[in-house]
């Protein structure tokens, strides 16, 4: 005669089932789920979230993408409502944009700041060896006329100028407030206009402003015969480009992809990117993909 399973045992038996078909479950849905990438409004950050992007689906992780969002306070409070899950930052200007009064100047530094300071529900991955930080250019002509080759050079005529930025710019702590600080740098206006794109090479060619705020790395600056002024201070800290990522998106195949990408990234290649698509006018996705496909992991899949 078979032994009749006790009331326990089965009791336990189902416990055990359940908990089991639970965590297939969660294992199930976190394989499926959708990852969004997330990117601000300038063309760098548009080709970094289409690799970050091309990177994911070449491991058969599901991805859309959220591109053009604005500013980090537009997509600070995106990743904190789960509507990206993952942007590619600069360490410096996210240090300084949740601790406007950091001085640090290294790396390793900056990002054991971050690991303090974010909020509990976002994580850094590994930086790359590419890195753009804000700087200011200015025309060949306004140049040897002011006899500017440095920011310091700035300083002393700057109540002259008129500068054109984001509209970040006038408020955000490596913006002109920095400027102030460290060179003192006042200009005698600002047109609000964009990151170094079209509008600013307009308004710089053209005379109606005489400094432009632009990325160091920006594809324009390869072909217009602008001078960037020398940060001769160091008022700009390291920014490595980092994927930002939500925690509860954070798999090791996601995490393992994004290392990729942060692995091979680096500064003269992100110069070649740019130009790619703010000088030839090539489509950022398709760009990103064949980055990728060359540079990164194959698919596991």
């Known amino acids: 005669m078979k032994k009749k399973r006790s009331s326990s045992s089965r009791s336990g038996y189902s416990v055990s089932l359940l908990l089991g078909l639970g965590m297939l479950t969660a294992s199930t849905l976190a394989s499926a789920q959708t990852i969004t990438v997330g990117g601000a409004n300038f063309s760098e950050q548009t080709i970094l979230a289409n690799i970050y992007a091309a990177a994911l689906k070449n491991q058969g992780i599901e991805v859309k993408t959220r591109l053009n969002l604005g500013n980090r306070q537009i997509i600070s409070t995106a990743l904190q409502n789960g509507d990206v899950d993952v942007v590619p930052e600069y360490i410096g200007s996210l240090l300084s944009f949740y601790d406007d009064k950091s001085t640090l100047t290294t790396q390793s530094d900056i990002i054991s700041s971050l690991e303090k300071k974010l909020p509990a529900g976002l994580h850094l991955l590994q930086p790359s060896a590419a890195g753009s930080i804000t700087a200011w250019a200015v025309t060949q002509k306004t140049a040897d006329k002011y006899k500017l080759l440095t920011l310091s050079d700035l300083a002393s005529v700057s109540g002259e100028l008129t500068l054109g930025g984001p509209p970040e710019v006038t408020t955000a702590a490596l913006g002109l407030p920095g400027l102030k600080a460290v060179y003192g740098i006042n200009f005698k206006r600002v047109k609000t206009l964009d990151m170094g794109g079209p509008l600013s090479r307009l308004a710089l060619n053209s005379g109606a402003i005489d400094v432009a705020t632009v990325v160091s790395t920006q594809g324009i600056l390869a072909k ?62 398709k760009v990103a993909e064949q980055w990728v496909a060359k540079n990164t992991l194959k698919s596991t899949h």
Do not use: C, F, M
């Open 224 to 285: 217009e015969p602008w001078v960037v002024l020398e940060d001769d201070r160091h008022q700009q800290p390291p920014q490595n480009i980092t994927p930002l990522v939500r925690k509860p998106v954070l798999t090791p195949e996601v995490e393992k992809a994004l290392n990729a990408v942060s692995e091979k990234l680096t500064g003269d290649e992100l110069v070649q990117l740019n130009r790619l698509v703010d000088i030839d006018h090539k489509d950022p996705a």
